[in-house]
């Protein structure tokens, strides 16, 4: 499912409510980073996010195959 497509961006937007702890932490990662704005400190947060789920499931299925292996 993709988002709304804007007339004068190809990327997709979507609107997300933040915890004010989780935006503060956000911008401050953003920021300290100097990842130019929000989106691209969002977005690269969320690919971490997504890769250290890919990780830590690689691991379960490695420690479930070596104790029924």
Not at 22 to 44: I, M, Q, T
Request: a positive charge.
């Amino acid at each position: 499912m993709a988002g709304h497509v804007r007339g004068d961006n190809y990327k997709p937007t979507t609107t997300i409510a933040f915890d004010p702890n989780v935006l503060k932490k956000v911008d401050d990662y953003w920021y300290e980073n100097r990842k130019g704005n929000r989106s691209k400190g969002v977005n690269e947060l969320i690919q971490y996010g997504l890769k250290y789920l890919e990780l830590v499931e690689k691991k379960k299925q490695r420690e479930a195959e070596r104790m029924l292996g």
